[in-house]
């Protein structure tokens, strides 16, 4: 499937390949290491589509049935633009570009905040990523280290180990409290937290604990960063109400989200398709 | 290519682990260096000298020794060469830069040392680098406590001499080193059989700033916005200056620059005009560590400079010529020697003025700073160069890694981010 931007009174050629074509729809796929979201825009930016699904062990796969699901709602085959990125962006045929995750998410950021100037934190199933975005364009960012500490992943694994849902360890850790993890690594901290289940610990008290390691680890990478601006949560945490405010108290700011938090990157792939048309 | 197998099994090699080495070495030489358009002719010395490079320096090396020189293994920009070459005695460098050979390092050795340390002690005690066999005498460096305490293992199985670096750069610090210089040279008097006289050590001075002369010609043709050669081949072109003979480094690096003085003249360059220019500052990239210029130049940047051990320390700063007595040449070498700017030094705001002269020198659109996992010094000095970058509004990426493959896509996609951001 190529798409190639033309001016209109288009013409399908065969091979799926069409020429002269008004672009109608810009399309972000952003495929990451635990979901893959896809936004589909019109020529205003505006979101006409939200896709998510599980990326799953293929990448290869994954991008497939994203473009069946873009087929079935008329997106594909047609005029249209693709933008690739995240950790599997290279895993997508029929992507026209591939942009790196960190300037999607902080232009996608700025569309859905509705400002040029702010620090997104991403907190991504495998990587956390902090960026500051002035007048629109990214001047500095962090990402954590390979470990998947201060990650998505972390809090996945503790929650799994604690038999609770992501959501309801957030919920429960509201109520704990006089426990800490000190353990930064993953596989060190479950093991703290098997502790504290065998030291009859409550729950609540695990989860909080679970959940200030992430937000420390967080707060000290922000440390080396521009924070007097909008700063917003992003990515698959962005709906974890108590995490957005721990956060907020750590870094002695007020954090924003939206539920279209963890379309971010996709969004911010599909403003790029629609930039470069 | 021609068979060294014979040379390697005198040399004592582990034969069977070497040959896996072998096999791995050309598919990355094409990857990295034959892959690249439009590369600049005279890099037909540096492609030959790679693709045997366990082969025709060495047996060089050795026909010298038949003759009855000596040859001195290094591991530092610190140690001075033109001490050995005045003694008649061949300097090597000896740094490891391969993942291959870091489990043989892990074996006496701490995990949590620099990769580097590891590998160079893992080329010794694994027997698989003929240079490591073929050095009569090791010298090393108080540069790292990781360094100085591999040194202790490496001394029982090679002769090994250590050079006292300072920690500070006053006035006394560089009379220490003048001493150090002076001490050495007793040493490789006594090893090599040979007087160093103050003719001897000014040839010697005099060769080894020819060399400097002919790296800093190449090197400024990087200046030009018309960039006549990647970031790559240069980075290979210093690597192999550590093994050269120095008389043939310089005219190789001279016909390289000839070369690439034409090529600005014509406008010929290897990238276009928009393509953001990188300078890379950090820890050294031995042989074969090609993995960060890899990844800057297959993500739509180009390096432009290294203000590293391998890049500007190796070269800038001349030695005073005009010495006549050996006390003086001595003196002469240590306020040369003594202006590298190291992060074992402190203060070392050196490199940070270093930096923030080469940014401007090469036109950088922005800087790579890159450490050896743990490298605790540079680690430690990224906040103060990143903040002092950052200040002169110069972009700066800080990154940390090993000779693993195993984060190449996480920095594929910090470079790739870092470059997007510069426009």
Known sequence: MVCLPRNQGSKYTGNGVYYNMEITNYVGIDIGSTCSKTIVMDGDGTIRHRLLRPTGWSSVDTASSIREELKELGVLPGSCRVVSTGYGRAAVPYADKNVTEITCHAKGACHIFGTDHLTVIDIGGQDTKLIVVQGGQVTDFLMNDKCSAGTGRFLEVM?????????????????????????????????????????????????????????????SQAGRLKLDQTVCLTGGLCELPYLREQLGKALKCHVVSSPDGRYAGAAGAALSALKSS | MADYRQMWQELGMDMENHDNLCQVLPTAVGDVFLSQENRPKAMDFWDLVISEVHGIRPAELIEEQKK?????????????????????????????????WVPDGEKVLPKSTCPLVKASVGARLGRTCPFFRIADMYVGETTCDGKKKAYEILGEDVPMYVMDVPQMKREKDILKWKDEIAEFAKKVEE???????????????????????????????????CLPISGRDTLLMTQISFFDDPARCAQMCNRL???????????????????????????????????????????????????????????????????????????????????????????????????????????????????????????????????????????????????????????????????????
């Not at chain 1, 989860?207 to 992430?214: G, L, P």
């Not at chain 2, 591991?75 to 070459?85: A, K, L, M, R, S």
């Open chain 2, 257 to 423: 620059a000839d070369e690439l003085e034409q090529r600005i003249k014509d406008g010929v360059s290897v990238v276009s005009e928009d393509t953001k220019r990188i300078l890379v500052t950090g820890t050294p990239l031995a042989v074969p560590n090609w993995k960060l210029h890899n990844i800057i130049e297959t993500s739509g940047a180009a390096v432009v400079c290294e203000e590293m051990c391998t890049g500007t320390r190796y070269f800038e700063n001349l030695v005073d010529e005009s010495q006549t007595t050996l006390d003086g040449q001595f003196m002469a070498l240590s306020e040369r020697y003594m202006k590298t700017n190291c992060a074992c030094f402190t203060p070392n705001t050196g490199r940070i003025d270093d930096l923030l002269r080469l940014a401007k020198e090469y036109q950088v659109d922005g800087v790579i700073d890159c450490s050896l996992k743990f490298c605790c010094l540079y680690d430690t000095e990224k906040y103060s160069v990143s903040r002092a970058l950052k200040e002169a509004g110069i972009p700066v990426l800080s990154l940390e890694t090993d000779y693993e493959d195993a984060d190449a896509g996480q920095l594929r996609t910090r470079i790739g981010a870092f470059i997007e951001m510069l426009g």
């Open chain 1, 159 to 219: 929650a799994n180990t604690l038999s609770m849902r992501l959501e309801e360890l957030c919920e429960l850790a509201g109520k704990g409290g006089g426990v800490s993890i000190s353990s930064m690594c993953t596989v060190f901290a479950e093991s703290e937290v098997i502790g504290l289940i065998g030291k009859g610990e409550k729950r609540e008290n695990i989860a909080y604990a679970v959940v200030h390691s992430i937000v420390q680890k967080v707060a």
């Open chain 2, 68 to 100: 009855g020189r000596k040859v001195f293994g290094t591991f530092c920009v610190y140690v001075p060469d033109e001490v050995v070459i005045a003694a008649n005695g061949i300097v090597t460098g000896l740094c490891g830069g391969s993942q291959f």
């Open chain 2, 191 to 225: 090893f090599t059989g040979n007087a160093i006289t103050p003719e001897k050590l000014a040839e010697a001075i005099h060769l080894v700033n020819e060399k400097r002369k002919a790296m800093q010609r190449v090197y400024d043709c990087r200046k030009s916005k």
